[in-house]
Structure formats: C-alpha cells, structure tokens
T-cell receptor, first 115, second 112 residues
Framework: DGGITQSPKYLFRKEGQNVTLSCEQN?????MYWYRQDPGQGLRLIYY???????QKGDIAEGYSVSREKKESFPLTVTSAQKNPTAFYLC??????????????FGEGSRLTVL | QKEVEQDPGPLSVPEGAIVSLNCTYS??????FMWYRQYSRKGPELLMY????GNKEDGRFTAQVDKSSKYISLFIRDSQPSDSATYLC????????????FGDGTTLTVKP
C-alpha cells in the first residue's frame, strides 16, 4: 500500500543524546514535512523540503536537523540542543500542484520521550 | 497572537447531535482551508478542504468559510460514536499550499 512510514513508533532518549526519526514515502510526492505535536497545541512545522537536496526551516527548527538525499526519505534528527524534545512527531508528504490545493498525507507518528 | 485560533473544547455530545467546530484566523493570505480528523495516537487524515469563501458538503459533513470575517466552521450532522476524534483546522496560502498552519484541535466525544 502507498503511504508514509515512520519509525520507530516509540523512542526513549537520555538527555544529551541525538536521535534520528525515519520517514519514508512511496507516494512519489515531491514535498515532505515534519511537524511536532504537543498536547493541546496542535501541529507546529519543524522543517520542510519541496525537492531533493533542498529544505527550509519551519517555525520551530532550533535543535533539529534534516536531510533530503532521496525523494522517498526525509529523516529528522533531534539533537541535544533541543531543550524540550518530548513530543509526538509527524511526517507528511504533499500531493498537489505547487500553486494550488492539495492534501497532506501523514504517517502514524513517532513518540519521543526523554528520560 | 496565533495566526489560527480554534475553539478548544473538549466537546461531548449524544449520538445524533449536530456538532459545530470553529476556527478564526488573522492571515489574509490564507486561501485554502482544511479540516483534518485525528484518532488517538494516529496521524491526521484530511476530511475536507475548501478554497476561498463558501460552503462545501460531503455526506454528513459541511465545511463553511467566511473570508470577510476570517472564520471557518465544520458541521457534523447525525453525529456517530465513530466521529469521536480530535478535529484540526488548517490553512495555507496559494504560494505554498503544503505549508499549512494548524489550529490546536478540538476533541469531540460522541456518546451512544
């Protein structure tokens, strides 16, 4: 089935460690996004990429890094510089024309907990 | 001040009730208006989207946009227990339709 695959589903990290969340899509979408969701705060954009080898910061990029070496893959690294990393992380890809309506397809999410 | 404000809820209604979910926004560049449904511990899924002002109906769901008031609504008729979820409004500008700004979500519980 086509879709977005995120892994791991649950992840525990000790303070000071970097962790990488995987996001793979087989929808052949050009654009991919990372959102963070905290209880009662909706989704906030971390990074996005509209094309391979290019990405832009979102609203809360500090303490995170990404890469986009392949169209199918958009991994997110949560670095030790991120002060409050415990959250639910959602990866999405976008189906639509560059200038027009479309749909964000989301993965099942990765829940990161800092011990 | 947030660009998108969503009525916080939570909402609890009996089965068969009509539900109204609402968002306001401040950014005049927003042209696309979406409603996503998110079940517990899952990723959101698109429920409806509308372009500019007007109404759009899909089965028991109606999305309404009033750009003059910067106000959007989602109505659910004959609500079912399976509608119990968190509903997120989202908006984007024409120049980058995938870069959506989300409301904080309203959690709805429909009791049988």
């Amino acid at each position: 089935d086509g879709g977005i695959t995120q892994s791991p589903k649950y992840l525990f990290r000790k303070e000071g460690q970097n962790v990488t969340l995987s996001c793979e899509q087989n929808l052949n979408h050009d654009a991919m996004y990372w959102y963070r969701q905290d209880p009662g705060q909706g989704l906030r954009l971390i990074y996005y990429s509209q094309i391979v080898n290019d990405f832009q910061k979102g609203d809360i990029a500090e303490g995170y890094s990404v890469s986009r070496e392949k169209k199918e893959s958009f991994p997110l690294t949560v670095t030790s510089a991120q002060k409050n990393p415990t959250a639910f992380y959602l990866c999405a890809s976008f189906q639509g024309p560059a200038l027009g309506a479309g749909e964000l397809f989301f993965g099942e999410g990765s829940r990161l907990t800092v011990l | 001040q947030k660009e998108v404000e969503q009525d916080p809820g939570p909402l609890s209604v009996p089965e068969g009730a009509i539900v109204s979910l609402n968002c306001t926004y401040s950014n005049s560049a927003f042209q696309y208006f979406m409603w996503y449904r998110q079940y517990s511990r899952k990723g959101p899924e698109l429920l409806m989207y509308t372009y500019s002002s007007g109404n759009k109906e899909d089965g028991r769901f109606t999305a309404q946009v009033d750009k003059s008031s910067k106000y959007i609504s989602l109505f659910i008729r004959d609500s079912q227990p399976s509608d119990s979820a968190t509903y997120l409004c989202a908006m984007s500008a024409v120049t980058n339709a995938g870069k959506s700004t989300f409301g904080d979500g309203t959690t709805l519980t429909v009791k049988p």
